[in-house]
């Protein structure tokens, strides 16, 4: 079965631009969520959705948006890039309930210049 | 003080050494533990849940300290294989919901 697919994989953009990852969760899972990794960090929670609702949102600007579509995959936007929005961003799904395991993606990494 | 702490290293060890790896977390709310393994520019994937009792896999023994708030984790006869970063993570929820708490991890570099 294919895992959790991201895209782009690489991405560069300039500040002030706008831009749009995409995700596909495993198949039969109804839950996506998005972390951002910055270089020498641990990945920190931009967003989680279940059911095309969300469900969590961590500590980040309203620049940054996402949405789950009805066959649950999901975009994550962020708007008016700055250089510190350079990073892995990425995408895990699961199933959804209280041990389940989240299933990360391979990560699109994007810089900004 | 940050939500989850780890000692950055690098460790670096000869193969067959045992090496530990210690965590603490701030929020005594936390439910779930876990320790994940990221290869070098790769994603993160789940090394072991962390139980109160302990638990083991293989080479792999994962421990939880709710009353200190301690997590550790310690691999014997290291492998070359095994050099990667550990990911100390907590939630407040389960696993699943969403919200997962990292560390900053710890680079773990096994050599001949």
């Known amino acids: 079965d294919a895992g959790v697919t991201q895209s782009p994989t690489h991405l560069i953009k300039t500040r002030g631009q706008q831009v749009t990852l995409r995700c596909s969760p495993i198949s039969g899972h109804k839950s996506v969520s998005w972390y951002q990794q910055v270089l020498g960090q641990g990945p920190q929670f931009i967003f989680q959705?279940?059911?095309?609702?969300?469900?969590g949102r961590g500590n980040f600007p309203d620049r940054f948006s996402a949405r789950q579509f009805p066959n649950y995959s999901s975009e994550l936007n962020v708007n008016a890039l700055l250089l510190g929005d350079s990073a892995l961003y990425l995408c895990a799904s699961n199933i959804w309930g209280e041990d389940d395991e989240q299933f990360f993606g391979p990560g699109t990494r994007l810089t900004v210049l | 003080r940050k939500e989850v702490e780890q000692d950055p290293g690098p460790f670096n060890v000869p193969e067959g050494a045992t090496v530990a790896f210690n965590c603490t977390y701030s929020n005594s709310a936390s439910q779930s533990f876990f320790w994940y393994r990221q290869d070098c520019r790769k994603e993160p994937k789940l090394l072991m849940s962390v139980y109160s009792s302990g638990n083991e896999d293989g080479r792999f023994t994962a421990q939880l300290n709710r009353a200190s708030q301690y997590i550790s984790l310690l691999i014997r006869d290291s492998k070359l294989s095994d050099s990667a970063t550990y990911l100390c993570v907590v939630t407040i929820y389960g696993g699943s919901q969403g919200n997962l708490i990292f560390g900053k991890g710890t680079k773990l570099s096994v050599k001949p």
């Open positions: 959705y279940y059911e095309k609702e969300e469900r």
